[in-house]
T-cell receptor, first 113, second 114 residues
């Protein structure tokens, strides 16, 4: 069965520090991978996606993610975190077509001064 | 930028009452979805809808749930007889037929059943 694991429930980083949020997936077919962000009281905003090609993908707000097939991972990174990045981050996996997305449990990011 | 809009943003209802959550998907999108997120838990798929019929549904989407596209713009989720455990954030989402599987989500409708 498809599954997504985000091993870190909560991460706290200092403003200006680098960030890496981990995501591991289990998926039988070739996966499509996504990162969404949810600010408090807000909906899910797409940060970036990977379908094929270059395994390092760039997204909005300075985020990037790298697909590593051998490790079944799709970790999200940002070189310098801003206080406005504090939010919940969800990794999701799907496939071509109408396959529903499967989400991880999310990682809550706190940013301190 | 076009967006998925949902109403109401928050609704409180008594157990056993019927609730209708409304969504206006992005105008050129053809696939529509409902997901839900119980507080503190992961986002879960409920149902997908295409060409005026359900294309897939999860185990959560039992007989108390129904979806409808009553006109060319709205997409609704009805919960016939709400239970306490239906309290959750309900997200509507949509996508085009040509954008791969990129799904765009609305801001959610927070349902509280008391």
């Amino acid at each position: 069965a498809q599954s997504v694991t985000q091993p870190d429930i909560h991460i706290t980083v200092s403003e200006g520090a680098s960030l890496e949020l981990r995501c591991n997936y289990s998926y039988g077919a070739t996966p499509y991978l996504f990162w969404y962000v949810q600010s408090p009281g807000q909906g899910l905003q797409l940060l970036l996606k990977y379908f094929s090609g270059d395994t390092l993908v760039q997204g909005i707000k300075g985020f990037e993610a790298e697909f590593k097939r051998s490790q079944s991972s799709f970790n999200l990174r940002k070189p310098s975190v801003h206080w406005s990045d504090a939010a919940e981050y969800f990794c999701a996996v799907g496939a071509k077509g109408n396959t529903p997305l499967v989400f991880g449990k999310g990682t809550r990011l706190s940013v301190i001064a | 930028e076009p967006e998925v809009t949902q109403t109401p943003s928050h609704q409180v209802t008594q157990m056993g009452q019927e609730v209708i959550l409304r969504c206006v998907p992005i105008s050129n999108h053809l696939y529509f979805y409902w997901y839900r997120q119980i507080l503190g838990q992961k986002v879960e798929f409920l149902v997908s809808f295409y060409n005026n019929e359900i294309s897939e549904k999860s185990e959560i989407f039992d007989d108390q749930f129904s979806v409808e596209r009553p006109d060319g713009s709205n997409f609704t989720l009805k919960i016939r007889s709400t239970k306490l455990e239906d309290s959750a954030m309900y997200f509507c989402a949509s996508r085009t037929a040509i954008s791969g599987n990129t799904i765009y989500f609305g801001e959610g409708s927070w349902l509280t059943v008391v």
